[in-house]
Each structure stands twice: as C-alpha cells, then as structure tokens.
C-alpha cells in the first residue's frame, strides 16, 4: 500500500437506530485497484459506498477519499468520484443526450459536446441519443446511468451491484467499460454479491457480513468463488 491511498476508512462505524449497520470497518484501496465488495444482501456493502458518497454519514471513524476527508471537502471529492446506484438517478422525460447534457452543465465540463458524444458511443447508444429515456429497457438505462456517472472522468467509480437486470450484451459491455477503466489508471470499488459474472483483473475482495469485515481476499475467481460458497454454507 501507498502512503496516499485513494480510499482511506478507519475505525468507521454506522448505526441505524440500535442496529448496526457497519462496525470497525478499515480498508485502503490505492489509485488503480479494482476492489469488490463481497456480501450477502444486507452485508454493508451499499451503506460503505454510500458513505464514501456522502449519501450517508458514519457515526464514528475517519473516511478519506483522493487525500481529502469527505466531511471537510464535500465539493472537491463530488467531482472525483462516480456513482452508480439501485437508482439511475436519469430523467425519464429526457433522451440520452439531453440527460448527459444536464450533467455535463453541472460538472462544468470543457468540450462537453464531443464527450457527450463518446459517452454515448461507448455505452452503444448512439443510435437511441434523442429518444426519451422512458421509452428505454433495463439495459440500456443502466448504460446510460454509467455514462452519466462517468462523464466527468472522476478518479474513482463506486458501483453497486451494476450487474441486476442486465441482458447479456449489456454485461459484456459493463465488463468491457470496467476494463478501458483500469486500463486508464482508474479506482474501482464495486459492490456485489453475485460472482457469475466475468469481473477480470480485480485486486483484491473484501467478504463483509452483518455490517463487518469478515475477511480480505486474493486469488483468481474460482478461489474466491470456493471460498464464498464454504462461507455461505458455514451460515447455514
């Protein structure tokens, strides 16, 4: 690990009401890592991603992201960082480009034109720009959620089970996407429970259960994939 991760949590805690929703959580993840967030439904896996977006504030702990505490800087770190949720956060009134372009007005992007028109190359949906995105299946809103989320090149890409609901030519294009990423130098912290996809070059896989870190985790798929069956039948 480096001294200046991009991801730093210490110690972080959240609780909602008298239930715990995470508890002395501390990982570090450094620029170019694919980390994925290992967990049944209900593990902690989007309560962590949502704090490092600041949907969510953690009761205790310290939480950095790109060097910058989350609570100190909020501005700065929004412009760094991706999001791509269980909710699209799209207008469903709006077509693809006009979506992009929306987004493009509020990260103040340069040149916004010629990467609102990569963004939608890349997602594969030139050809469907100026439909409204109310008219869209599951798949291609899920794209274009990505390339929203994307657009203004942020440092690191959060994604919460982007997988659901994808049709197969969606997936291979989510993989593809994943990989152009890393291949860029980017950060990617993915949260999943489903390990039938194909994920490629990920650094390393942190297991989480009832809101703590059971264990971290390196090796190719199948080993992970061993692992995570025996801890799930160990549950049983």
């Given at each position: 690990m480096t001294d200046n991760p991009?991801?730093?949590?210490?110690?972080?805690?959240?609780?909602?009401?008298?239930?715990?929703?995470?508890?002395?959580?501390?990982?570090?993840?450094?620029?170019?890592?694919?980390?994925?967030?290992?967990?049944?439904?209900?593990?902690?896996?989007?309560?962590?991603?949502?704090?490092l977006t600041r949907l969510s504030k953690p009761n205790s702990g310290r939480v950095q992201v790109c060097g910058m505490n989350i609570q100190h800087e909020p501005e700065h770190i929004q412009k760094k960082i991706g999001f791509v949720g269980h909710h699209t956060l799209l207008y469903a009134h709006l077509t693809a480009r006009e979506n992009l372009h929306f987004y493009a007005k509020l990260y103040e992007l340069k040149n916004s034109k010629e990467q609102i028109k990569t963004a939608l190359k890349n997602a594969a949906l030139e050809f469907n720009a100026d439909r409204p995105v109310r008219g869209f299946s599951r798949g291609m809103q899920q794209r274009l959620a990505i390339a929203r989320a994307t657009l203004h090149h942020p440092e690191l890409i959060l994604l919460d089970e982007p997988y659901t609901g994808l049709?197969?030519?969606?997936?291979?294009?989510?993989?593809?996407?994943?990989?152009?990423?890393?291949?860029?130098?980017?950060?990617?912290?993915?949260?999943?429970?489903?390990?039938?996809?194909?994920?490629?070059?990920?650094?390393?896989?942190?297991?989480?259960?009832?809101?703590?870190?059971?264990?971290?985790?390196?090796?190719?798929?199948?080993?992970?994939?061993?692992?995570?069956?025996?801890?799930?039948?160990?549950?049983?």
């Open positions: 991009i991801v730093l949590l210490e110690k972080v805690e959240k609780w909602f009401g008298q239930n715990i929703g995470l508890q002395d959580i501390s990982i570090k993840v450094d620029k170019g890592e694919f980390l994925i967030l290992l967990g049944r439904n209900g593990a902690g896996k989007s309560t962590l991603l949502r704090i049709d197969l030519e969606s997936a291979e294009l989510l993989s593809d996407q994943i990989q152009q990423w890393l291949t860029e130098g980017r950060t990617i912290i993915m949260a999943t429970h489903d390990l039938e996809q194909y994920f490629g070059d990920v650094s390393k896989w942190v297991l989480l259960d009832k809101g703590q870190i059971v264990e971290t985790l390196r090796g190719n798929v199948s080993v992970i994939h061993r692992r995570y069956r025996q801890f799930l039948q160990s549950l049983n």
